[in-house]
């Protein structure tokens, strides 16, 4: 399994040539702001989320990116959102606040479950060597694409639980096929993991009724209305 680290374009080429470093060292701002402001001292990979991370990242006019990274020699924490939420309340004020407390480098230990669990880790930076390779998505003519692999994702522990395996497939997908090739990559994948949730009998179903909601939608529009 490889991490991914969401990006942009404006940041690609320093990257590309000094590795992924923290916010203390380049200087830059949070992509969060207020109480879930990420720590200025790490860089934050993820199995599952980096297109959700990435087009938070790119302010027009500058494309979301996804970078490929080898964690093996990484020094790895965890989150500290999943540190929060094990310690909060269960409501987002108390989730937030725990946040802010929190230092990830005092729960080292815990950066296998964070990973497990949550499906994100953080680590103080990532050397050029550990970057295997990056996808640039443009943003115009690939909403679809982006919507379908996770833009609009949730990072949190239930939605890891059932979405983690497909977001982690769809990742791989991105260096694995053309940009223009991903759309029935993406389908493949999402068929798969349908039927591993649903069975295939419901699926099929599913699929059929989709299909004729479509024709009669469709046979609707085309055939002149009597008046």
């Not at 993820?46 to 490929?68: F, G, K, N, R």
């Not at 409501?91 to 479950?113: C, I, M, N, R």
């Amino acid at each position: 399994m490889f991490l991914y680290h969401g990006t942009s374009t404006q940041h690609l080429d320093r990257i590309l040539a000094e590795g992924l470093q923290p916010r203390c060292v380049t200087g830059q701002a949070s992509n969060w702001e207020g109480d879930i402001e990420s720590k200025p001292d790490f860089v934050y990979l993820s199995a599952a989320y980096a297109i959700y991370y990435a087009v938070e990242a790119a302010d027009t006019p500058h494309d979301p990116v996804i970078l490929q990274v080898d964690w093996d020699h990484l020094k790895l924490y965890p989150d500290e959102d999943f540190i929060a939420y094990h310690r909060s309340d269960g409501t987002v004020e108390s989730w937030q606040a725990e946040g802010a407390l929190v230092d990830p480098s005092e729960h080292k230990e815990l950066w296998a479950l964070s990973l497990a669990r949550s499906g994100n880790v953080c680590t103080p930076a990532v050397p050029r060597a550990a970057i295997l390779g990056y996808r640039a998505i443009p943003i115009e003519g690939n909403g679809g694409l982006l919507l379908d692999t996770g833009v609009d994702a949730i990072p949190a522990e239930s939605n890891y639980l059932y979405r983690g395996d497909y977001y982690r497939r769809c990742l791989a997908a991105y260096f694995e096929h053309d940009l223009a090739e991903l759309p029935q990559a993406v389908r493949r994948i999402y068929e798969d993991d349908q039927r591993k949730l649903m069975g295939d009998e419901a699926f099929d179903q599913m699929e059929a009724d989709l299909d004729r909601f479509n024709a009669e939608a469709i046979a609707k529009r085309v055939t002149p209305s009597k008046s």
